[in-house]
């Protein structure tokens, strides 16, 4: 071969290597989640925006100052055909991250499912600041910040995990400043206090109403659908007593509260005024959900995890500020 052909020969190799790169690179790339962190930042900075309105013009704030979120999608599974009947088709509006559990290990899903609950409560202020609209006297609006479906074969890894392993994953997993995502979420130190929390609870309220059976917080699971929400809550003044005592809501729906009043964690911004679990006939779903007041009397309740069909028979919502 001429020294020329030589030459040629390199530089051509050179080239390709330099596409293939580029190519590896670009599929990296692409499945990183940026679209997702953009639209939170987006939602973040339209939450604080509706914050700074006075009281006096909340009424219908919504159709003039309407929050700029969108509820994450997420599918567990091989193929994004496996979520279009519950997520739609993937499109450049309706995007969907697809995201396959590799060697079948749960603890994939527990990492994303504790970052996109941390990512939620981050984006709507973590309960300092009040962003609701004033529709009515029994406002109690709800936010879907993530709405994750898993196919047959994914939900099998996940199906039996309780959620007392999901809250040791939050205490194990810390923040920026060395903060666990449980006492930043939920603002409990200790994953054992929500076991006391929901156990004598559950266990008051069973003094009280015969139709609630005996459940323990070691006995609830994390997922008990395929179809699943991360969801938020907010309440206006006065609604959240109404509320954890099941007034308004109907299908069989005990709402159990108020029966714990517990101590404030030093490093929250706001008062803690009562625990609700839901449970519904023999308490064969129930989610611990914890409320926070701010100094206007609103009232937060961090993210939870909850089936996609549950957020509408249970949580008993009088509006949704952004749906998946």
Request: aromatic share 10%; hydrophobic share 40%; net charge negative.
């Amino acid at each position: 071969m001429s020294k020329k052909g030589f030459v040629m020969t390199s530089f051509l190799i050179g080239i390709i290597i330099i596409v293939a790169s580029a190519f590896v690179i670009f599929l990296f790339v692409s499945n990183l989640d940026f679209r997702s962190n953009i639209n939170r930042e987006v939602c973040h900075d339209s939450v604080v925006k509706r914050a700074t309105l006075p009281n006096l013009i909340r009424e219908g704030v919504d159709e003039y100052v309407p929050l700029n979120c969108v509820t994450n999608k997420i599918c567990f599974s091989s193929s994004v055909s496996d979520c279009e009947d519950s997520l739609g088709k993937k499109t450049s509006e309706n995007n969907i991250n697809l995201v396959s559990i590799s060697d079948k290990d749960k603890e994939e899903v527990l990492d994303r499912m504790a970052n996109e609950l941390y990512d939620c409560h981050s984006m709507l202020g973590e309960g300092k600041i009040n962003f609701m609209s004033r529709r009515s006297s029994d406002e109690h609006s709800c936010m879907i910040c993530s709405r994750i479906v898993f196919s047959d074969e994914e939900y099998q890894v996940v199906k039996d995990v309780k959620l007392s392993e999901f809250y040791n994953y939050l205490y194990s997993k810390k923040d920026t400043s060395g903060k666990s995502y449980l006492e930043n979420i939920y603002g409990i130190k200790e994953p054992a206090e929500a076991s006391i929390i929901f156990d004598s609870i559950v266990s008051a309220q069973e003094k009280k109403n015969s139709e609630i059976e005996e459940v323990k917080f070691a006995d609830l699971k994390m997922f008990n659908s395929k179809d699943t929400v991360i969801i938020s809550q907010m309440v206006i003044p006065g609604r959240l007593t109404s509320y954890l005592s099941g007034a308004g809501v109907g299908g069989g729906v005990f709402i159990i509260g108020t029966a714990a009043i517990l101590a404030l964690p030093v490093s929250w911004p706001v008062a803690l005024v009562g625990v609700g679990t839901i449970a519904q006939g023999a308490a064969a779903t129930s989610v611990l959900t914890f409320w926070y007041t701010s100094p206007d009397g609103y009232v937060y309740s961090p993210p939870v995890v909850l089936g996609y069909e549950e957020k509408f028979d249970k949580l008993g919502c009088t509006s949704y500020e952004f749906d998946g």
